[in-house]
Structure formats: structure tokens, C-alpha cells
């Protein structure tokens, strides 16, 4: 499952082609609309299989789903009692225009049109990041579904969209040695777009910085001890809060994952195979990469979770197992299909303002007043916040079509409060609709609670969610006049399109709000015209 909010009330989810239970246009969907006022979901039509596809906005607010996979239900070689009449999608380009797709439309869908709109070749699990001029880099995959990538299925290559000139790349895919380098579990890589407007990756073991300007890799330290963090070794990760007190110095955090080897034949796997509880850390400054990661502890081993940025500036971190891996019908011990077992019901939250603590590293972690659900969120779901402030959770579909087995097909969501939610906040009444960079705004307050004599204002982009990983989730606290809350509060935008690229952000509580101009990315036509001759229509 796939999910995004693209507007202060919906969340499109986008699900793997399955013989699910809502209809549209006489088959089966496999993406919908979720209202967050009515609770209520109607259907949204896709032509091609999105099934493990990723997700980003473009600077102008289009919602673009990338890659996916074969036609599974419709491929002439297998027989359903129920086709589903989905096409290759692994070099799918979907663009979802929320503004066409209001609460009152009749109907939405996707716009496909893989004759002229396509990637350069086939890609599934890869991953996103808007970039500074609003375009989105996508990166890796493999060509085909699989349980463990390989040097003949592997993509090990980036491309832009738009399609880009650049380094001799005239639209076409470049060629990528750290993605060839950390085969096999390298699917879905970790990414964030970093202040100084390099890229951070993350997969496997490895983890690097890319200079998408000039094609030029940084290695960076590998993570420690061994524990892989991509598919199907799934961790999670967050970019820490980017504070203008310290000059916006970007922290990766990547927690859980698995430690076995990535060179074993998947029956040596086992669905009880405990998953790392390691969380580290590194400071991406010069000093900070000379020290190294900073390794804390999750309570318990984590495989697919999914880690949360809340507008307090910790993270929550729900979903997954205890053990395993992610996917479903490749090792042993499987629960149903699941390649994962051990449920993990009880969320954890971890502060980064509490001090480390070396004999201790457990101590920026609890579940102290934290809900436990009854739901498996196991593989396939996903978590978002919302602009209230609150978790959605949903998902969890660790098999091949609809199944009532153990861990079953699960069509319910859950809403997970935090305190603050409970508390009376700051509301804002008034705030500008599109912000420039590095310039001065106002916005209103009202309920402001007595003892409250600052206020703090940061920017939120919730992301893109799927299989544990969250694309362009990123918390910016903006420079706020600290005097006692009297009248209008001056607030400073983000200094460059490197701390917040340009596109939409969240500006709590439920205030939604355009950085930079609205315009879309420039478009090299001639770029695109040599992706299209030198590219296969699939």
C-alpha cells in the first residue's frame, strides 16, 4: 500500500492490484480516496499495476506515482476466475492532479500516457526526492519482482522527472556505482534531500551523498554492525528537525532492519529470524561523519516500521514486526504467506532532545501512555500524519490477492491520537497561502494557552508512505518572533529552496501552505524527446 494526503482532507491510497472489494468503472480498484471529514473511500481509476511503486510532488502540487509492476491479473499465463484488466506498470508514470479531484468530484483517476509519459526503463520498489528546482530524482529498483534483487534484475540507475540534460545524460538514465555496489537488499533506498542540496542514500549496509548537479558519489560510513535497512530488510528513517539554531545541520536516523546475510537462498530465511533493534544516527557535517553513527536501541527488533515525524519534533514509530522480513511466499516459517511474524502492537516514541546516554541507550525511547491496537500492521501497511496532527494507520496485506488467513487482508484504519492533540493548542487564523524564501510573514493565533508566552512555527511535509519508507517526510522550524503573544506572529520562510524545496508543506494546526512560486519545474523538451526515442514504450 501507498498513501499520501493530497489535500487538508484526503489521502489517495494506492494498493497493489488485488481482487479487493471496491469497483469502479465495472472492475475491480486498486487505488481510492480516503475522506478524513467522512471516513467515507471512493475508488480511483488506474490503468497500469502500481503494485510497489513509489510517489512525490512536483513543486506545482502534481502528485506523480512512479514504476510499479507486470500485469499479474490480466498476463495471458496465469487463469483468474476474475481478471483485473491492469497493465505493465514498471515504468509507469501516473500524475494525480488533486485540484481536479475535489470532494465533490464525481469521479477521479490517474492520467496515463505511457507513449509519451514513461521512465526510461523498468522499475520496481525505487524511490523518490524532490529536488530544488521542484523536479523529482528517482532512484534504483530492480526490473522485475523479486524477494532478493540481483546483478541481472537490478536498475542501478537514477533519472529525472522532468527529464534532464546533465553531466552528458541528455534525459536518459545515469548510471549509479553505489546502487550496483550494495546488491542484493537495496530495494526502496532511504533518501533526503539535504541542506546544502546534495542527497542522501541509504541501502544495504552502505549509505552515500549524491551530488545530482554533478553526478558525483560521497561514500559515507557504513551503518553498523551489519544490519541492512532496505528491502527486504526493511528499517525506517527520519531526517531530524532542521532548526535555524543550528544553522539546519541534517541527522539521518535509520532504525530496525535485519542483520542476517543478503546471500542466502530465501529458504534459509526464516519468518522467525529476529529483526535489529538498532536505531543509529549520523550528523552529516564534517565532524559528524568523522565520529561516525551513534547507535541507540529500539525496546524490541523492528522489521518494516514505520517511523513518524511529529509536529513536536519527536517521531513515532508503529507498524511491523518483530522478526522476519519483508514480503511474502519466500521462507520458512511463514504466517499465512508472511515472510514477518511477532506483530508489534504497542507504538514507541523517541525524543531527540533527551540526552544520549552511552550505559543506557534505550533512554530517548517509550511507550508510557502509548494505545495498543489489535491490528496486525504488518507488510504493506503505512502510516501518515494528518493535518490535525493525528496518526492515520492502515494496511497490511502480506499476500498475493485477497486473503481472510492469518495475517489477513486488512481494510480497517486507525487514528492514533497523541496528547497534544487532547490539549489546547495555538490555532492559526490567518497565514499566507504561498511563501517566497527568506522572507518575512505574519500569521494569527488565537486559543493560545495562558502560560504560553512563545511560539514555535514549523513547516511539515508529511510525505510520501510505502513498505516502510517515507519520501521528502521533513519537519523545518522557521524563525518566529519569540515576545509574548499579543497580536500577529512574524515568522521568517525558509532561507533556500535546499532546507524546504519548493512545493507544498503542512503549518500546524491544519494550515496548508505553497512554498515558492506554485510554478511547476522547468521542462527540457529536447531531454525528453531523446528519453522518448532512445526509451521502449512498455
Known amino acids: 500500500m501507498q498513501i499520501i494526503l493530497v489535500s487538508a482532507t484526503q489521502i489517495l491510497i494506492i494498493d497493489k492490484v488485488q481482487h479487493n472489494p471496491l469497483m469502479i468503472n465495472g472492475h475491480t480498484a486498486w487505488s481510492s480516496l480516503y475522506s478524513l471529514t467522512s471516513n467515507a473511500v471512493r475508488p480511483v481509476d488506474v490503468t497500469t499495476n502500481s503494485f510497489c511503486a513509489s510517489g512525490n510532488f512536483l513543486s506545482n502540487g502534481t502528485m506523480i506515482n512512479f514504476g510499479g509492476n507486470l500485469a499479474i491479473f490480466n498476463n495471458g499465463t496465469v487463469q483468474y476466475p476474475q481478471p483485473i484488466p491492469d497493465t505493465n506498470g514498471?515504468?509507469?508514470?501516473?500524475?494525480?492532479?488533486?485540484?481536479?479531484?475535489?470532494?465533490?468530484?464525481?469521479?477521479?483517476?490517474?492520467?496515463?500516457?505511457?507513449?509519451?509519459?514513461?521512465?526510461?526503463?523498468?522499475?520496481?520498489?525505487?524511490?523518490t526526492v524532490r529536488l530544488p528546482d521542484g523536479s523529482i530524482l528517482i532512484v534504483g529498483g530492480s526490473r522485475a519482482g523479486t524477494f532478493l534483487?540481483?546483478?541481472?534484475?537490478?536498475?542501478?540507475?537514477?533519472?529525472?522527472?522532468?527529464?534532464?540534460?546533465?553531466?552528458?545524460?541528455?534525459?536518459?538514465?545515469?548510471?549509479?556505482?553505489?546502487?550496483?555496489?550494495?546488491?542484493?537488499?537495496?530495494?526502496?533506498?532511504?533518501?533526503?534531500?539535504?541542506?546544502?542540496?546534495?542527497?542522501?542514500?541509504?541501502?544495504?549496509?552502505?549509505?552515500?551523498?549524491?551530488?545530482?548537479?554533478?553526478?558525483?558519489?560521497?561514500?559515507?560510513?557504513?551503518?553498523?554492525?551489519?544490519?541492512?535497512?532496505?528491502?527486504?530488510?526493511?528499517?525506517?528513517?527520519?531526517?531530524?528537525?532542521l532548526r535555524p539554531s543550528n544553522n539546519y545541520t541534517a541527522t539521518v536516523m535509520i532504525c530496525g532492519g535485519q542483520a542476517r546475510s543478503d546471500t542466502m537462498s530465501p529458504s534459509s530465511y526464516s519468518a522467525l529470524d529476529s529483526a535489529s533493534a538498532q536505531c543509529a544516527s549520523l550528523t552529516l557535517t564534517s565532524a559528524g561523519i568523522a565520529a561516525g553513527w551513534v547507535v541507540e536501541q529500539l525496546p524490541d527488533g523492528r522489521i518494516m516500521p514505520d517511523a513518524i515525524m511529529l509536529p513536536t519534533g519527536k517521531i513515532l514509530i508503529v507498524n511491523g514486526g518483530k522478526s522476519g522480513y519483508s514480503g511474502y511466499g519466500n521462507v520458512k516459517n511463514q504466517v499465512g504467506q508472511s515472510n514477518a511474524a511477532n506483530p508489534v502492537y504497542t507504538p514507541v516514541l523517541y525524543n531527540p532532545a533527551i540526552a544520549l546516554n552511552s550505559s543506557n541507550p534505550r533512554a530517548r525511547f517509550s511507550s508510557a501512555g502509548l494505545p495498543t491496537s489489535n491490528i496486525a500492521r504488518m507488510y504493506h501497511s503505512v502510516a501518515t500524519l494528518i493535518p490535525d496532527g493525528s496518526?492515520?494507520?492502515?494496511?497490511?496485506?502480506?499476500?498475493?490477492?485477497?486473503?481472510?488467513?492469518?495475517?489477513?487482508?486488512?481494510?480497517?484504519?486507525?487514528?492514533?491520537?497523541?496528547?497534544?492533540?487532547?490539549?489546547?493548542?495555538?490555532?492559526?487564523?490567518?497565514?499566507?497561502?504561498?511563501?517566497?524564501?527568506?522572507?518575512?510573514?505574519?500569521?494569527?493565533?488565537?486559543?493560545?494557552?495562558?502560560?504560553?508566552?512563545?511560539?514555535?512555527?514549523?513547516?511539515?511535509?508529511?510525505?510520501?508512505?510505502?513498505?516502510?519508507?517515507?519520501?521528502?517526510?521533513?519537519?523545518?522550524?522557521?524563525?518566529?518572533?519569540?515576545?509574548?503573544?499579543?497580536?500577529?506572529?512574524?515568522?521568517?520562510?525558509?532561507?533556500?529552496?535546499?532546507?524546504?524545496?519548493?512545493?507544498r508543506a503542512g503549518c500546524f494546526k491544519g494550515v496548508r501552505v505553497t512554498i515558492g512560486s506554485g510554478a511547476g519545474p522547468p521542462v527540457d523538451q529536447g531531454a525528453l524527446a531523446n528519453m522518448l526515442k532512445n526509451t521502449r514504450n512498455p
Open 90 to 127: 514498471l515504468q509507469g508514470v501516473r500524475q494525480f492532479y488533486p485540484e481536479r479531484c475535489s470532494n465533490t468530484a464525481a469521479q477521479c483517476a490517474f492520467y496515463e500516457n505511457p507513449t509519451r509519459i514513461r521512465l526510461t526503463a523498468s522499475r520496481w520498489y525505487p524511490s
Open 149 to 241: 534483487n540481483s546483478a541481472s534484475l537490478n536498475n542501478p540507475t537514477l533519472e529525472f522527472y522532468p527529464p534532464k540534460a546533465l553531466n552528458g545524460n541528455n534525459g536518459t538514465a545515469i548510471q549509479s556505482p553505489f546502487l550496483a555496489a550494495t546488491l542484493a537488499a537495496n530495494l526502496f533506498p532511504l533518501m533526503f534531500l539535504l541542506p546544502d542540496g546534495t542527497v542522501f542514500i541509504a541501502a544495504n549496509t552502505m549509505a552515500m551523498t549524491y551530488n545530482w548537479k554533478t553526478n558525483t558519489e560521497r561514500r559515507l560510513p557504513n551503518i553498523p554492525n551489519g544490519v541492512r535497512v532496505t528491502y527486504p530488510m526493511a528499517g525506517t528513517a527520519v531526517l531530524l528537525p
Open 391 to 503: 496518526i492515520w494507520i492502515a494496511g497490511s496485506s502480506p499476500s498475493l490477492d485477497v486473503t481472510k488467513v492469518t495475517f489477513a487482508t486488512e481494510y480497517r484504519a486507525e487514528v492514533m491520537k497523541p496528547d497534544y492533540v487532547s490539549m489546547t493548542r495555538p490555532v492559526i487564523t490567518s497565514a499566507p497561502s504561498i511563501m517566497g524564501y527568506n522572507l518575512m510573514y505574519s500569521i494569527k493565533l488565537q486559543t493560545v494557552p495562558s502560560a504560553t508566552s512563545t511560539v514555535e512555527v514549523a513547516l511539515m511535509d508529511f510525505g510520501f508512505s510505502t513498505h516502510a519508507v517515507h519520501m521528502d517526510m521533513r519537519h523545518v522550524q522557521l524563525v518566529a518572533n519569540s515576545t509574548p503573544i499579543v497580536g500577529p506572529v512574524m515568522i521568517q520562510s525558509p532561507p533556500n529552496h535546499n532546507i524546504f524545496a519548493p512545493g
